[in-house]
């Protein structure tokens, strides 16, 4: 039988600390029987009875004692110097398969060009975001966001109509620029916060919490000079968006952080596709 293999020394570990264990329960439990059967005239009975039963005043058994302390002694030994961390290990030997995947695959990423970085998001897209975003990243009917709308006016108007929320920062409410003055404020950030249009309306209703040139303050709202460019769809994927349920914002659902599912270059290439969906 393989489990029985003793040239192993996981199966001979294993079979041995089983031998040891077993056997040990073995002989205190009959030791145990042994001594409830004699009794000892020397024993003192404790202050305690029920119903005229009183009980003895046994100290600990030395064979139980003893074997108590071996085991816990092996059990220091066993994760401490034996199996499993100094051992072979699947999980390590898959962390180090990745991690040298990972390595080789950064190197190789470092040399394609742009086409072939927008070509690697465009799979990462359809693999990851298309189920939730659509084949034609329009949302599939209100889904998930219309990425064809992304970093446009009209995506911006719809932010500043519904609200938003997620991103780790606080809830930005609905209406809080309407009108021509949100079209206006639309127009600036669409332009990479560039010109004269709609500048001081930014500066009077967004520059609080945006900051005065877009740059975004820590824990309270995202940087908006980066919006129309990848660096923004990174920090995306990286957050996630994880709307709050009680917020009286329009929620359309959550989406994972996927900073633990792909590597900053995935990411990159990933960032770089999106940002070319804007149809306008």
Same mark, same amino acid.
């Given at each position: ?36 059967? *004699? ?55 898959? *962390? ?116 005065? *040139? ?67």
């Amino acid at each position: 039988m393989k489990w029985f293999n003793l040239s192993d020394n996981v199966n001979l570990l294993s079979i041995v600390g089983a031998t040891i264990i077993v056997l040990a329960v073995l002989i205190v439990s009959l030791n145990a029987f042994k001594q409830m059967k *004699n009794k000892r005239e020397e024993s003192e009975l404790s202050e305690h009875s029920w119903d005229g039963i009183g009980e003895y005043k046994n100290p600990v058994p030395t064979g139980w004692a003893v074997m108590f302390v071996v085991l816990l002694v092996f059990a220091v030994w066993y994760f401490l110097a034996g199996y499993p961390l100094n051992k072979y290990s699947s999980i390590g030997e898959y *962390n180090e398969e990745v991690a040298a995947h990972n390595a080789k695959y950064k190197e190789k990423y470092q040399t394609l060009d742009d086409e072939s970085k927008l070509n690697v998001g465009k799979n990462l897209f359809f693999l990851h975001c298309a189920p939730c975003h659509g084949v034609q990243a329009t949302g599939i009917n209100g889904k998930a966001q219309d990425l064809t709308k992304w970093s446009s006016v009209a995506g911006i108007l719809d932010v500043l109509a519904n609200g938003s929320t997620g991103l780790g920062f606080g809830e930005m409410p609905a209406g809080l620029v309407e009108g021509d003055d949100a079209k206006a404020v639309a127009t600036y950030v669409a332009n990479g916060m560039q010109g004269e249009v709609g500048k001081d309306i930014f500066a009077d209703n967004c520059a609080s919490c945006h900051g005065d *040139n877009g740059e975004g303050t820590e824990g309270v709202a995202p940087a908006l000079n980066i919006y129309t460019k990848p660096d923004f769809i990174k920090m995306v994927l990286a957050s996630g968006k994880i709307a709050d349920s009680d917020a009286s914002v329009k929620v359309i659902g959550a989406m994972p952080s996927f900073k633990a599912m792909l590597s900053e270059e995935q990411i990159d290439a990933l960032s770089r596709y999106v940002s070319t969906l804007s149809k306008e």
